[in-house]
């Protein structure tokens, strides 16, 4: 898992960092792997938690085919859905919790 790999795709402005827990660190390599493989070049605004659920907004280089684009939406929008049963903190199952903030937690880790 590189996570450095994923930072350097940052674009200037956001910061150079992933704001997700460890436990996010693997389905986002993943999710890094799998929009590769359809677009080497693509780019990216931010990858954080928001409201208990990971957001990852990635662009698209411009010359991606509308099927290969629809593909990587897609799959971002699957790691982002996966992500409500994953904690964020360890990466065993998960649920979202509303404690203080909405996070998704295992029961270790409410």
Known sequence: ?????????????????????????????????????????????????KFGGLRYYAIPSENLDDSSRRKFHDLISDAEKRSYTICEVCGGPGRPTNTYTIRTVCPDHE
């Open 1 to 49: 898992m590189s996570i450095d790999k994923i930072v350097s795709r940052i674009e200037y402005g956001y910061g150079k960092s992933l704001s997700t827990g460890d436990g996010w660190l693997p389905l986002v390599s993943s999710l890094d792997d799998s929009l590769a493989e359809i677009d080497p070049d693509y780019s990216l605004g931010q990858c954080k938690e």
